[in-house]
T-cell receptor, first 114, second 120 residues
């Protein structure tokens, strides 16, 4: 069965520090992979997505993610975190079958220290 | 582009009443809309998949008679929580997908801002 694992429930970094949020997936074929961000009480905003091609994808707000098939990972990175990046981050995998539903990871809550 | 709205943003109702939540794609036509439920500090749980002009497909464990979904047009889907009870209190989020399955751009889901339901 398809699944998404975000091993880190909560991460705290200092403003200006680099960030890496981990995401591992389980899926039999090449997945569609997404990172979304959710601010408190808000919906989800798409940060970036991977469908095919270049395994390093650039997103909004200075985020990037790298698809590594051998590790079944799609980790999110940012070289320098801003206080406004504090939010909940969800990794999701889309899969064929029916109408291409998304399976979400449990989320990683990011706190940023000034 | 790809903006999805939800109305209302929050609603408080009495136990036993029904509540309707609207999800609209504002600048695109959505062949498929999805309804999710999110409990505090948890991930999103897919409730159902809604296609324009056809019956919604519900996930296992979701009561279709309690959560009525109507997708009357390519820009509007509604979720009605019937005979709401306190355990139905939650954050409900919809998403909309552009295009058809197999189209890479169409695989992206765009999310609404969510509706917080409180049943007293």
């Amino acid at each position: 069965a398809q699944s998404v694992t975000q091993p880190d429930i909560h991460i705290t970094v200092s403003e200006g520090a680099s960030l890496e949020l981990r995401c591992n997936y389980s899926y039999g074929a090449t997945p569609y992979l997404f990172w979304y961000v959710q601010s408190p009480g808000q919906g989800l905003q798409l940060l970036l997505k991977y469908f095919s091609g270049d395994t390093l994808v650039q997103g909004i707000k200075g985020f990037e993610a790298e698809f590594k098939r051998s590790q079944s990972s799609f980790n999110l990175r940012k070289p320098s975190v801003h206080w406004s990046d504090a939010a909940e981050y969800f990794c999701a995998v889309g899969y064929s079958g029916g109408y291409n539903k998304l399976i979400f990871g449990a989320g990683t809550r990011l706190a940023v220290h000034p | 582009g790809a903006v999805v709205s939800q109305h209302p943003s929050r609603v408080i109702c009495k136990s036993g009443t029904s509540v309707k939540i609207e999800c609209r794609s504002l600048d695109f036509q959505a062949t498929t809309m999805f309804w999710y439920r999110q409990f505090p500090k948890q991930s999103l749980m897919l409730m159902a998949t809604s296609n324009e002009g056809s019956k919604a497909t519900y996930e296992q464990g979701v009561e279709k008679d309690k959560f009525l979904i109507n997708h009357a047009s390519l820009t509007l889907s509604t979720l009605t929580v019937t005979s709401a009870h306190p355990e139905d209190s939650s954050f409900y989020i919809c998403s909309a997908r552009i295009g058809l399955a197999g189209d890479h751009m169409g695989e992206t889901q765009y999310f609404g801002p969510g509706t917080r339901l409180l049943v007293l």
